[in-house]
């Protein structure tokens, strides 16, 4: 049976056929989709983790416990699970053990595009690029084999384009490994210095072995083609490659990490030149290099950005494989549009009152609250990684000498991920800035998956709910304040007073997202336009559903309205409106 779907799916449709018995992860746009995917196959038990160092490390658990196990995140996310996971690059595993790397070449949703490829040879740990759907669910049965064969975790490298494209792909029926169970072995599982240094002989010897697997192993292929020019390349560059080039010789690298340099020596021989096609870092073409072995690449092709058949084409233009007479220039005919808060979003009562209370620096943080920083609040300051705005607060407070007008911002699943230890350090180190947790209850940004305050898991069962007041205090801080971001008197008048304090805040706005887990539903609101002074007060929230009109005044300001097919009943306009014109939908026609 053939189907169409994405990458992601066609990771968690290979998880389901290759006997995967347990996975995890954090949500984090290119993967999200991995694990909801996976979630609905029920013969695998899975988890949202608070971050992706507690998802690699329960994956982890269900390895050492003889079954195979999946972890999946974006690329920023393997900095956090980089801790365990090169430590078990060391220890090995027992059940097949694979980490999803999803990366962002181009910045689509990422505060970098850094290249996830350098982590295999870093961890010193086999590299599976898959460059289709297809190849990508075939991959975590390759993964999943060489991960049991070699004793390592495995990593298999996706990008944003392989992630969201979808293509044609072969289903298998489910293949039933069975969980071996876990055998105590000090000497293998226990990460002691004096076990530790024993088991980094072993990786070399596995690296030795691995070295000589890639050289026969089928994932790396050459096609042969027409030309005296040959090309070496893998991932989404493949795809593109072909796209232009669809008779050129190729040598296609599924497992490009070990590195089959004999292989790679064969097919350079045969050529006049020899291009090396890959997006982001030359990965390939350094490695090439250092053997001694003549490659172009990076000459031609950028450093910088994602691929496309465009980029491509232009860079064999550059290394007249293609006539300059045959160029097509492709113009973007795309309007650009850039993200905005949806209609009613309950950040924005809280930005609205940090920046009517004045707020000298706002530190933020990784959420649909980031949109903070751009029009129409321009009102925050920093955003670095994951937990960051709390510690850059304390940071630029022990410098300033004072803590006062200083407010960190974060979000309730950034919060958990990264936040808590922050809030202790705050605490610890006697802060004294205003600390703002952003609380919609859901993980909105990456598409409304549930986390520790939503009251429920990924497979839809009722769990704990975190009381974040409760662990603050807990914490020791002494000032903790729960407001409702809609009621904007209040809030601003708390946000306000702890603005001006000595002492360490933390103000806990806590409102549902208007989208998830389901679109809420209210009381929408219109204008009343012969009331309207045009004193543009409500536009100062930002939210989507009100514009201004072209109808003027007798003073000449233009009039504002709302679209109410947008609305969603908020009510924050109606607080700023002054003039009776923002009413209820219920008196319409009074």
Same mark, same amino acid.
């Given at each position: 049976?053939?189907?169409?779907?994405?990458? *992601?799916?066609?990771?968690?449709?290979?998880?389901? &056929?290759y006997g995967c018995v347990?996975?995890?992860?954090?949500?984090?746009?290119?993967?999200?989709?991995?694990?909801?995917?996976? @979630?609905?196959?029920?013969?695998?038990?899975?988890?949202?983790?608070?971050?992706?160092?507690?998802?690699?490390?329960?994956?982890?658990?269900?390895?050492?416990?003889?079954?195979?196990?999946?972890?999946?995140?974006?690329?920023?996310?393997?900095?956090?699970?980089?801790?365990?996971?090169?430590?078990?690059?060391?220890?090995?595993?027992?059940?097949?053990?694979?980490?999803?790397?999803?990366?962002?070449? +181009?910045?689509?949703?990422?505060? *970098?595009?850094?290249?996830?490829?350098?982590y295999a040879k870093f961890?010193?740990?086999?590299?599976?690029?898959?460059?289709? @759907?297809?190849?990508?669910?075939?991959?975590?049965?390759?993964?999943?084999?060489?991960?049991?064969?070699?004793?390592?975790?495995?990593?298999?490298?996706?990008?944003?384009?392989?992630?969201?494209?979808?293509?044609?792909?072969?289903?298998?029926?489910?293949?039933?490994?069975?969980?071996?169970?876990?055998?105590?072995?000090?000497?293998?599982?226990?990460?002691?210095?004096?076990?530790?240094?024993?088991?980094?002989?072993?990786?070399?010897?596995? &690296?030795?072995?691995?070295?000589?697997?890639?050289?026969?192993?089928?994932?790396?292929?050459?096609?042969? +083609? %027409?030309?005296?020019?040959?090309?070496?390349?893998?991932?989404?560059?493949?795809?593109?490659?072909?796209?232009?080039?669809?008779?050129?010789?190729?040598?296609?690298?599924?497992?490009?990490?070990?590195?089959?340099?004999?292989?790679?020596?064969?097919?350079?021989?045969?050529?006049?030149?020899?291009?090396?096609?890959?997006?982001?870092?030359?990965?390939?073409?350094?490695?090439?290099?250092?053997?001694?072995?003549?490659?172009?690449?990076?000459?031609?092709?950028?450093?910088?950005?994602?691929?496309?058949?465009e980029v491509v084409r232009?860079?064999?233009?550059?290394?007249?494989?293609? %006539?300059?007479?045959?160029?097509?220039?492709?113009?973007?005919?795309?309007?650009?549009?850039?993200?905005?808060?949806?209609?009613?979003?309950?950040?924005?009562?809280?930005?609205?009152?940090?920046?009517?209370?004045?707020?000298?620096?706002?530190?933020?943080?990784?959420?649909?609250?980031?949109?903070?920083?751009?029009?129409?609040?321009?009102?925050?300051?920093?955003?670095?990684?994951?937990?960051?705005?709390?510690?850059?607060?304390?940071?630029?407070?022990?410098?300033?000498?004072?803590?006062?007008?200083?407010?960190?911002?974060?979000?309730?699943?950034?919060?958990?991920?990264?936040?808590?230890?922050?809030?202790? &350090?705050?605490?610890?180190?006697?802060?004294?800035?205003?600390?703002?947790?952003?609380? *919609?209850?859901?993980?909105?940004?990456?598409?409304?998956?549930?986390?520790?305050?939503?009251?429920? *898991?990924?497979?839809?069962?009722?769990?704990?709910?975190?009381?974040?007041?409760?662990?603050?205090?807990?914490?020791?801080?002494?000032?903790?304040?729960?407001?409702?971001?809609?009621?904007?008197?209040?809030?601003?008048?708390?946000?306000?007073?702890?603005?001006?304090?000595?002492?360490?805040?933390?103000?806990?706005?806590?409102?549902?997202?208007?989208?998830?887990?389901?679109?809420? %539903?209210?009381?929408?609101?219109?204008?009343?336009?012969?009331?309207?002074?045009?004193?543009?007060?409500?536009?100062?929230?930002?939210?989507?559903?009100?514009?201004?009109?072209?109808?003027?005044?007798?003073?000449?300001?233009?009039?504002?309205?709302?679209?109410?097919?947008?609305?969603?009943?908020?009510?924050?306009?109606?607080?700023?409106?002054?003039?009776?014109?923002?009413?209820?939908?219920?008196?319409?026609?009074?």
């Amino acid at each position: 049976m053939k189907v169409l779907l994405s990458g *992601n799916e066609a990771i968690a449709r290979g998880a389901y &056929e290759y006997g995967c018995v347990f996975a995890a992860a954090y949500p984090g746009t290119p993967s999200t989709e991995i694990l909801e995917n996976i @979630s609905q196959y029920k013969e695998i038990k899975c988890q949202w983790s608070p971050n992706e160092k507690v998802a690699t490390e329960v994956a982890i658990g269900a390895s050492f416990a003889g079954g195979r196990a999946l972890c999946a995140m974006k690329h920023v996310g393997v900095n956090v699970a980089a801790d365990p996971l090169m430590t078990l690059s060391y220890i090995g595993v027992k059940g097949g053990f694979i980490i999803v790397s999803a990366d962002d070449p +181009g910045m689509h949703s990422s505060q *970098n595009e850094q290249d996830n490829r350098n982590y295999a040879k870093f961890a010193k740990i086999p590299l599976l690029e898959p460059s289709d @759907s297809q190849e990508a669910k075939d991959f975590v049965g390759y993964g999943f084999e060489i991960s049991e064969k070699f004793d390592t975790p495995v990593l298999i490298r996706l990008t944003t384009r392989t992630s969201h494209g979808k293509g044609i792909v072969e289903l298998g029926d489910r293949k039933e490994v069975k969980v071996k169970g876990f055998e105590r072995d000090f000497t293998k599982y226990v990460a002691l210095p004096m076990n530790a240094r024993k088991r980094r002989f072993v990786v070399e010897e596995r &690296e030795k072995r691995l070295k000589e697997y890639v050289e026969k192993c089928e994932l790396n292929r050459i096609e042969e +083609g %027409k030309g005296n020019i040959g090309f070496i390349t893998s991932g989404i560059s493949y795809v593109h490659l072909k796209e232009v080039l669809p008779d050129a010789p190729i040598l296609k690298l599924g497992m490009p990490y070990p590195l089959p340099i004999e292989k790679i020596k064969n097919f350079v021989k045969r050529f006049d030149k020899v291009i090396v096609v890959e997006e982001l870092d030359p990965f390939l073409e350094e490695q090439i290099k250092a053997h001694g072995i003549e490659v172009y690449g990076k000459e031609f092709f950028p450093e910088i950005g994602e691929f496309s058949p465009e980029v491509v084409r232009n860079g064999l233009y550059k290394a007249g494989v293609l %006539k300059e007479e045959n160029k097509v220039e492709v113009k973007e005919k795309a309007i650009p549009r850039p993200p905005v808060f949806c209609p009613g979003c309950p950040h924005l009562g809280i930005f609205y009152a940090l920046k009517r209370a004045r707020a000298k620096i706002v530190t933020g943080d990784i959420g649909c609250y980031t949109l903070a920083a751009i029009k129409p609040f321009e009102i925050m300051d920093t955003c670095v990684c994951m937990g960051a705005s709390i510690g850059n607060a304390i940071g630029m407070e022990k410098v300033l000498g004072s803590g006062k007008g200083i407010a960190a911002v974060i979000g309730d699943s950034t919060f958990v991920h990264s936040g808590i230890t922050g809030l202790i &350090e705050a605490v610890y180190n006697k802060s004294t800035i205003t600390i703002v947790i952003s609380d *919609n209850s859901i993980t909105a940004m990456t598409g409304g998956q549930p986390d520790v305050r939503t009251g429920f *898991n990924c497979e839809g069962e009722e769990t704990k709910r975190m009381d974040f007041k409760e662990l603050a205090e807990a914490i020791g801080v002494e000032h903790v304040y729960v407001v409702n971001p809609i009621n904007m008197d209040d809030t601003f008048k708390i946000v306000k007073r702890e603005l001006e304090a000595d002492h360490l805040s933390l103000i806990i706005s806590q409102a549902p997202c208007v989208l998830y887990p389901q679109k809420v %539903k209210r009381e929408k609101f219109y204008v009343e336009l012969e009331n309207c002074t045009g004193c543009a007060l409500c536009s100062k929230i930002g939210c989507q559903a009100i514009y201004r009109t072209e109808e003027k005044t007798e003073k000449g300001h233009y009039k504002w309205d709302i679209d109410v097919a947008l609305c969603t009943g908020c009510g924050l306009c109606i607080q700023l409106c002054k003039f009776d014109a923002i009413r209820p939908i219920s008196r319409k026609g009074e």
